[in-house]
């Protein structure tokens, strides 16, 4: 069994900041990809921000150079750092992560169960 933990959505106002973090625990081999997702109500679930193995990183538009995103092997946890938050931010925001149970097993695709960002004055 493989899990993903959010923790660190809440209530924010404009201009504020909030910080994501998701840790992934259970029967893990390696972790690739790492990301978060959001859905506003009405709306499609749309990538946020990812980051490989390596480090490498990919942001939507509209949050680049708001919003950052980190994570460490060593713990296998991913971060969004999320500063200068709009209304238009306000969503459950989701971690997702491409793992490998073990050397007999494929990369599959897991989420967590979703942290509510609200931003609103």
């Known amino acids: 069994q493989v899990q993903l933990v959010e923790s660190g959505g809440g209530l924010v106002q404009p201009g504020g900041s909030l910080r994501l973090s998701c840790i992934a625990s259970g029967s893990i081999f390696s972790i690739n990809d790492m990301g978060w997702y959001r859905q506003a109500p009405g709306k499609q679930r749309e990538l946020v921000a990812s980051i490989s193995s390596g480090g490498s990183t990919n942001y939507a538009d509209s949050v680049k150079g708001r919003f950052t995103i980190s994570r460490s092997n060593a713990n296998n946890t991913v971060y969004l750092q999320m500063n200068s938050l709009k209304p238009e931010d306000t969503a459950v925001y989701f971690c997702?992560?491409?793992?490998?149970?073990?050397?007999?097993?494929?990369?599959?695709?897991?989420w967590g169960q979703g942290t509510q960002v609200t931003v609103s004055s």
């Open positions: 997702n992560a491409l793992i490998r149970r073990g050397f007999r097993y494929g990369v599959e695709r897991y």
